[in-house]
């Protein structure tokens, strides 16, 4: 009789996609990350292989690296939103905002938002915007630290709840790019 199998034990942590999202900053130099986390040979896996093996035009998709042959752990994967646009906007994305989420997920690792223990386990996809008219790469790098850490926090934590949700969106919809007029509200 053949002896019984179990089950691979579940993970403890992610055992699903988590989702977050965190917009810091003002102007050119605000950034806006939205993080999917997942477990090595989930769905999550096959999102992150498909997204770095099929660039396009203007969205490279890369490793996110702390140096050079350092990857932060989790493996993160950066998918830019915004196309190369001049030097300075080449040198934010690659340089002061892949160093701001580099260290932003380093951060939430450090503080156990992310267990070291299973960091080898997870992936981590990242869409940043990086602004075509950014002019300080040092507030580049601020805000995508703190991004990059709120966005890992919001789906860590599972926020914003949908009390929270409905809450704003009583008092209305507004993001840096719009806010509606209440005439506009108005139903």
């Given at each position: 009789m053949p002896t019984p199998v179990s089950p691979a034990s579940p993970p403890g942590f992610a055992p699903t996609a988590l989702v977050g999202e965190s917009f810091v900053g003002d102007g050119a130099n605000a950034a806006h990350t939205n993080i999917?986390?997942?477990?090595k040979g989930g769905p999550v896996?096959?999102?992150w292989a498909t997204a770095l093996a099929t660039p396009s035009a203007g969205h490279v998709p890369f490793l996110t690296v702390v140096r050079p042959?350092?990857?932060v752990k989790p493996l993160t994967l950066f998918v830019t939103k915004a196309a190369a646009a001049g030097d300075l906007h080449?040198?934010?994305t690659w340089g002061s905002a892949q160093a701001g989420l580099a260290q932003g997920v380093a951060d939430a690792v450090g503080e156990g938002l992310i267990p070291a223990a299973e960091a080898d386990e997870l992936l981590i996809i990242a869409a940043v915007w990086v602004n075509p008219a950014v002019d300080d790469l040092d507030v580049s790098f601020r805000n995508q630290r703190a991004a990059a850490y709120g966005a890992v926090r919001a789906a860590v934590t599972g926020t914003p709840t949908v009390a929270e949700v409905l809450a704003a969106a009583e008092e209305g919809p507004a993001n840096p790019f719009y806010t509606p007029t209440p005439e506009v509200l108005a139903r």
């Open positions: 999917v986390i997942g477990r896996e096959t999102a042959s350092v990857p080449e040198r934010a």
